[in-house]
T-cell receptor, first 117, second 111 residues
Framework: KAGVTQTPRYLIKTRGQQVTLSCSPI?????VSWYQQTPGQGLQFLFE???????NKGNFPGRFSGRQFSNSRSEMNVSTLELGDSALYLC????????????????FGEGSWLTVV | QQPVQSPQAVILREGEDAVINCSSS?????VHWYRQKHGEAPVFLMI?????EQKGHEKISASFNEKKQQSSLYLTASQLSYSGTYFC????????????FGKGTLLTVNP
């Protein structure tokens, strides 16, 4: 079974630009969540989608948005990039067979390294 | 609220044991443990659900005490491949579909 696939793996953007990151979950997984990882803040939750609906959102500004398609693939977008947005963006998928995350394993992709200059 | 992991870093010699702790100020339904090597994605180790169960994966096991709102990860007879940063992720259960991660514990195993 293929794992979670994220593209692109590395990218450099200029402050003020926008960026779109893509994630293909494990086949059959309907839940996709996004995390930002930085040395100072660690792993921070951005948002989670299930069946094209955003179910939960972290404490990030509105510049961070996402969506999920009918095939469960997901994208996240960051507009008006700031230097502090430089980070590893991780996508994770889960089967979410139950009604709660608690009993479900989430699997991470390799991540997209974003550098804002 | 972010769970607190301790220690922040630990250095071992191959074959030694280590314990990594994860504490939360909030009631927990589950704890998820991951290991991340430099430049790689976090890799799932195990989930523990409330009930105080202990789970194991080869020489890595963990316990979860929901009354104390804490979990511990036990690494016995450590191997060089155990090196990495260990994260605990906590979930309060209910309809909350996000994990809140601790800042991580850097484990270095030397020959």
């Amino acid at each position: 079974k293929a794992g979670v696939t994220q593209t692109p793996r590395y990218l450099i953007k200029t402050r003020g630009q926008q960026v779109t990151l893509s994630c293909s979950p494990i086949s059959g997984h309907r839940s996709v969540s996004w995390y930002q990882q930085t040395p100072g803040q660690g792993l921070q939750f951005l948002f989670e989608y299930f069946s094209e609906t955003q179910r939960n959102k972290g404490n990030f500004p509105g510049r961070f948005s996402g969506r999920q398609f009918s095939n469960s693939r997901s994208e996240m977008n960051v507009s008006t990039l700031e230097l502090g947005d430089s980070a590893l963006y991780l996508c994770a998928s889960s089967s979410q067979q139950g009604s709660r995350l608690s009993g479900n394993t989430i699997y991470f992709g390799e991540g997209s390294w974003l550098t804002v200059v | 609220q972010q769970p607190v992991q301790s220690p922040q870093a630990v250095i071992l010699r191959e074959g030694e044991d280590a314990v990594i702790n994860c504490s939360s100020s909030k009631a927990l339904y589950s704890v998820h443990w991951y290991r991340q090597k430099h430049g790689e994605a976090p890799v799932f180790l195990m989930i523990l659900l409330k009930g105080g169960e202990q789970k194991g994966h080869e020489k890595i096991s963990a316990s979860f005490n929901e009354k104390k709102q804490q979990s511990s990860l036990y690494l016995t007879a450590s191997q060089l491949s155990y090196s990495g940063t260990y994260f605990c992720g906590t979930s309060p259960g209910g309809s909350n579909y996000k994990l809140t991660f601790g800042k991580g514990t850097l484990l270095t195993v030397n020959p």
